[in-house]
């Protein structure tokens, strides 16, 4: 499976960005999403996760209620909407695919990762 994200870009504290993140070359129905974020000299954090139905979802306690991750399998896409930005927020975002359609939180349990995409909040 090849992943491109793409979707990042600069944008001021409280704006919103949607990121994409197209999958290739295996089964994108029957697999679980993934994002991940890591900032400077940080370590890589989990952000969300979708099922490969879409019906299942979950999120980092620090996005709840900002971000949503969705999927459209006709598109072999999954999407994470990001709400009120803050600085804190600024990293290379990624996405994953594992190799079960379930829900996973630990980048561990991906097999597939695309190239990240850079999100820039300033304040």
């Known amino acids: 499976v090849q992943l491109q994200a793409s979707g990042g870009g600069l944008v001021q504290a409280g704006d919103s960005l949607r990121l994409s993140c197209a999958a290739s070359?295996?089964?994108?129905?029957?697999?679980?999403m993934g994002w991940f974020r890591q900032a400077p000299g940080k370590e890589r954090e989990f952000v969300a996760t979708?099922?490969?139905?879409?019906?299942?979802?979950y999120y980092a306690e620090f996005v709840k209620g900002r971000f949503t991750i969705s999927r459209d399998n006709a598109k072999n896409t999954a999407y994470l909407q990001t709400n009120s930005l803050n600085p804190e927020d600024t990293a290379i975002y990624y996405c994953?695919?594992?190799?079960?359609?379930?829900?996973?939180?630990?980048?561990?349990?991906?097999?597939?990762w695309g190239q990240g995409t850079l999100v820039t909040v300033s304040s």
């Open positions: 979708i099922s490969s139905s879409g019906r299942i979802t």
């Open positions: 994953a695919a594992s190799n079960v359609p379930g829900t996973r939180i630990n980048a561990y349990e991906y097999a597939y």
């Open positions: 070359g295996g089964t994108f129905t029957t697999t679980g």
